[in-house]
């Protein structure tokens, strides 16, 4: 009797200690909740080069689609001044802008859209950014200003600014003159270099501009009749 409480006790012992470990190696593969939590919401701070370039794919088509859009715009803003519609030329060439703002043609189509609606502000600012864009459309543009200026029956006065023996002389002062007004420009006679500025309609106009240049560049024009 004595013998059989033994062995009963033995295999008592010998079964809790098997499920002491069964239960110490289960234990073992458990993640605590706190670090789960850190696994799963833990980003690395940076971009790997691989991260770095699935995101450029990714944003490329978008700048793809960008740039059509664009073209479509600038086209449609062509479509526009060809049939005379001058504002809706200019919205058209100012949305596409607003998506690519150093789009050289559209700010050129829009230059030669102010000068058609006689915006010479409008026209003066897109020149100086063409200048800084692309000098040759830049002259394009001035070239068509004078053109259109020219012919323009409202244009009724003129400011001579210098009459200059020394072709250089002349030239210097133009080319400070045509930075800040579109309708400079140079008319060349056998003796002298007479530098002038365009597209003056009224008295008040041509006062208000003589002022300015004697006031920035410290010369004295005079306003004569265009015709």
Known sequence: MQKYILSSILILLITLSLFSFASAEKDSRIIS??????VVTTKPDTDTPETAGIKEEINEPDTVMEQD??????????????KGMYIEAVAAYKDALEIKPDYTEAHYKLGLSYLMLKDKDSLMEEYKILRNLDSQ?????????????????DSKYIIQVGAYKIPDNANKIFEKLKAEYMYAYIEREPRFNKVRILGIKTKEEGALIIKEINNTFRLEPFLLNAH
Not at 33 to 38: G, Y
Not at 69 to 82: E, K, N, Q, R, W
Not at 137 to 153: P, R, T, W
């Open 69 to 82: 859009d664009a073209s479509d715009l600038f086209d449609l803003g062509v479509a526009y001044s060809g």
């Open 33 to 38: 909740p706190q670090v789960a939590a850190l």
């Open 137 to 153: 459309k830049a002259d394009n543009l001035y070239e068509a200003a004078i053109q259109e200026v020219s012919s323009d029956a």
